[in-house]
Each structure stands twice: as structure tokens, then as C-alpha cells.
């Protein structure tokens, strides 16, 4: 007989987990708050859904049990497992996008497999309580309505992305299963910096080497494009930052970022990516480039035609012998991290060492599994996220609908 399975959260990492329940030989339903499900999904890589990751994975929270959820179901296999449902995939470097470069051909193709496969999805049902009793599991809606089934997969997603993201009360399912859930807070997020250098640049885009000091140590290092704000810095390189900058704030440490401008002196934009912390500063390189200029331009201003207009302005009056420093190591002090509604991803959720990390399946209540975002894992920039909510809803989907044999893993 197929086991009932019902799936709370449409999103990437339900719909996966609700596809390999149907197609394991389950009787699923998923349950969606929203009118619409997958509204996260639809804005991910500004709508063009950087799904997954085949360079070394960056995880952060409990990134071990990341990495052995991944090598259960290495994300390689994501990519045949999306291809065989009919998704064509593309690649830039080492991130995976639908070849179409539209979130939505992916969202409109995970709810037309879970249609394909006899599932049923059931919008504007919002779970507030989940029992579990004489081996059933009853959902219920805000508005009295029950379903019920044999298993369970959380998928509720995070806090991250305001409007987008699920509410504090949603973990309560998890937590009313005796699940722990830890300090939540914004990674991938903007930085609030000192403004003072900053003004009059808001909007400009500077390709650069971007650190992160505390105490006179670099202790991580980033390349990319930086966004100015009107609060500080943005950019995905500045975002890679934040889960590293809001420790040193809570431990009183005072961070400040530098930007290491090389990258647009010499007229290249930078692929993002990590650095080692010791990358070293482009001071010798700006000093020749600078020289090279002088020689050029003699009596005129050498910024002029390098920088944007904006930032010539500022630095026309820095004595020639302070350019190099003010180039690679323009500092800029860090007052907060924004907000987890600014942010893309949630650091914290759903304590791991409660969770089987290849099964997905809770420790403390059999046949309850939990996936995705709203566990203590978070990926960097680059498609990690998504890569990791729809392995471990596909893995949570699998067991949740197999005939294991209930809560293995305990
Ligand atoms: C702007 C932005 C851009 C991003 N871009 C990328 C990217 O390019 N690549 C990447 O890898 N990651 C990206 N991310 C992160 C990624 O989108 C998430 O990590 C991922 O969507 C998490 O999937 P999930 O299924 O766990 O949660 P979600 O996608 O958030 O899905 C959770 C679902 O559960 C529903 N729900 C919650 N509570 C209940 C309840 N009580 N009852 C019923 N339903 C409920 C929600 O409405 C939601 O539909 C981005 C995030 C943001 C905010």
C-alpha cells in the first residue's frame, strides 16, 4: 500500500522532497501557506536561479553534516535527477543555472512533475499545529482544516529575505517535536559601514579585493564587485562577508572592511570568489601603475580616466604618496550586518544533531523528516543554498515514501 506523505513548504526544497516522494511510490501532498508556492524560489540569482554548486562546497552552521547529506546524494546527481525531470541545465564556471536562465521554468517544471506524478499541492494552507498520534501525523490549517499522513517532511524554509521568507512561529512545528532550533541570524547579507567615504558614490559598482580585518588580521578575503549604498556595502563578495563580520561584532571585536581597488585600476572585473586570507595587497602594483601615470600626465591629475568621476573627486587632494594606500586599503569601519530581511540565507535553524544527515529524518519523532533551509546550515554565494535544499528534500522525499523502515537513523 503507498504510504501517505505529506510535504509542509513549497518551496525548492518541498517540491524536490514532494517529487521523489511521487516518484518513490508515495501518496503526496504539499501543504503552502501562500496563495502561490515557490515565491523564494522565483527570486533567486535575480530571477535567474543559480541552482547548484560543482566547485568545493561552502558550507557554514554544521557544515559537516552538509557534506555528508552531499555525499549521500552528490549534487551531480541533483543535476541528472533535475535533467531527468526535464530541466535543461547550463553552467557558468562552476554554478549550475536552468539553461533558459528563468527561476520560474524551474518552479513551473518541479509542480508539473509533482502533477505528472498524481501529487496533490494545496495553496494557502498554512500549518500552525502538527501532531503525532497513534502513528499518523494530523496538519493543521490556520483555518481548522486537517490532512493527514503516515509521514512528515518539514521543508518550512527560513527567516532570510523578508517577504519572502517563513515567520519565527513556523520552526514551532519543528520544535514541538522536541527539535532545537539556535540563535537565527542573516548570512549573505549587505554590510552597515561608516559612511563619511562613501558619500556622493552611492550606486557605483567597483570591481575589487575586499577584506575583513579584526584586531589587525585579515581574516578573510573576497573578490568581486562591490555595490555603494547610501547604509555601506553591498555585492556578493561584501554578502560573503557578513557571517564572519556579525561573530566579530557580537564578540565586541570591531571590524572594518578594506577595498583593494587593483582590480579597476588596471580595467578588470574580478570572477568572485574566495581569497586566501594572506592575498597580498596590491600596494607595489598601484605604486608602478600610479608612476606609469605621472609620467603620462605630467603636472595633471593622474586620477583622472582611471577612477570614476565621483572618486577622483574624493582622492584629487590625497598627497600622491598616500594614493597607494588609500587604493588598496580603503577603509571602511563596520557598524552592523542588515538585517535577516536583507539578508538571502539564514544562519542557525534547526539543531543537526537531531537529524540523520542521510536519511533527513528527525531522531526524535519516527517518520518526521526535516530539510533545506530551516536546518543549522548555510551555504555561501553561488548556488549552495538551493543546492542543498532540494539534495536534502529529494533524500527527506526518498526515505519519507520508502519502505524503510520508520525513523531510520535513530
Ligand atoms: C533574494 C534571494 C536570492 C537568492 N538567490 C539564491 C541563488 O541564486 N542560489 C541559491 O542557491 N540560493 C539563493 N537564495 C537562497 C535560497 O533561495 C534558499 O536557501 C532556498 O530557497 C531555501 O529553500 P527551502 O525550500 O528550504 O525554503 P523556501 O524556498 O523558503 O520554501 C519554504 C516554503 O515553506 C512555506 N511555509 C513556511 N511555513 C509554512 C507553514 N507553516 N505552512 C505551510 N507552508 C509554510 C513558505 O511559504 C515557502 O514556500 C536566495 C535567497 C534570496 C532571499
Not at 526524535?364 to 539534495?391: H, K, T
Request: one cysteine or more.
Amino acid at each position: 500500500m503507498a504510504v501517505n506523505v505529506l510535504v509542509i513548504g513549497g518551496g525548492a526544497g518541498g517540491l524536490c522532497a514532494a517529487a521523489a516522494a511521487a516518484e518513490a511510490g508515495g501518496r503526496v501532498t504539499v501543504l503552502e501557506k501562500r496563495h502561490t508556492p515557490g515565491k523564494k524560489l522565483l527570486a533567486t540569482g535575480n530571477g535567474r536561479c543559480n541552482l547548484a554548486n560543482l566547485g568545493v562546497p561552502r558550507y557554514e552552521g554544521d557544515a559537516s553534516f552538509a557534506l555528508r547529506t552531499l555525499r549521500a546524494f552528490p549534487p551531480e546527481k541533483l543535476l541528472r535527477t533535475l535533467n531527468s525531470w526535464g530541466l535543461q541545465l547550463t553552467r557558468e564556471e562552476e554554478r549550475v543555472y536552468p539553461a533558459v536562465r528563468q527561476a520560474s521554468a524551474v518552479l513551473a517544471l518541479l509542480t508539473e512533475r509533482l502533477r505528472a506524478l498524481g501529487g496533490t499541492l494545496l495553496p494557502d494552507f498554512e500549518v500552525k499545529e502538527l501532531r503525532r498520534e497513534n502513528g499518523r501525523f494530523t496538519a493543521v490549517c490556520a483555518d481548522g482544516r486537517t490532512v493527514q499522513a503516515d509521514r512528515c517532511v518539514l521543508a518550512t524554509g527560513g527567516l532570510a529575505g523578508g517577504s519572502l521568507g517563513s515567520a519565527r512561529e513556523d520552526y514551532r512545528l519543528a520544535e514541538g517535536f522536541g527539535h532545537r532550533v539556535t540563535k537565527l541570524f542573516g548570512a549573505l547579507a549587505p554590510l552597515e559601514t561608516d559612511t563619511a567615504s562613501l558619500k556622493g558614490l552611492s550606486g557605483l559598482r567597483l570591481p575589487a579585493y575586499v577584506r575583513l580585518f579584526a584586531q589587525k588580521r585579515c581574516v578573510q578575503a573576497e573578490s568581486g564587485e562591490v555595490l555603494i549604498t547610501d547604509y555601506g556595502i553591498s555585492g556578493i563578495c561584501v554578502m560573503q562577508l557578513a557571517r564572519r563580520t556579525k561573530e566579530l561584532l557580537d564578540q565586541g571585536k570591531e571590524p572594518y572592511i578594506t577595498l583593494d581597488l587593483l582590480p579597476l585600476l588596471k580595467g578588470e572585473g574580478v570572477p568572485y570568489g574566495p581569497l586566501p586570507a594572506d592575498f597580498p595587497d596590491s600596494r607595489e602594483e598601484i605604486c608602478s601603475l600610479l608612476e606609469k601615470r605621472r609620467r603620462l600626465l605630467p603636472g595633471q591629475d593622474i586620477l583622472t580616466g582611471l577612477l570614476p568621476e565621483g572618486l577622483c573627486r574624493k582622492l584629487r587632494n590625497v598627497p600622491l604618496t598616500e594614493l597607494p594606500r588609500a587604493l588598496c586599503a580603503w577603509r571602511l569601519p563596520v557598524r552592523a550586518v542588515r538585517p535577516l530581511a536583507f539578508a538571502q540565507v539564514t544562519a542557525g535553524g534547526v539543531g543537526t544533531g537531531d537529524v540523520d544527515a542521510e536519511t533527513l529524518s528527525s531522531r526524535l519523532c519516527p517518520g518526521l523528516y526535516l530539510s533545506g533551509e530551516m536546518l543549522d546550515v548555510d551555504g555561501a554565494c553561488g548556488g549552495f543554498n538551493l543546492q542543498f535544499a532540494m539534495i536534502s528534500g529529494i533524500l527527506a522525499g526518498q526515505n519519507a515514501a520508502g519502505d524503510l523502515p520508520l525513523g531510520k537513523g535513530t
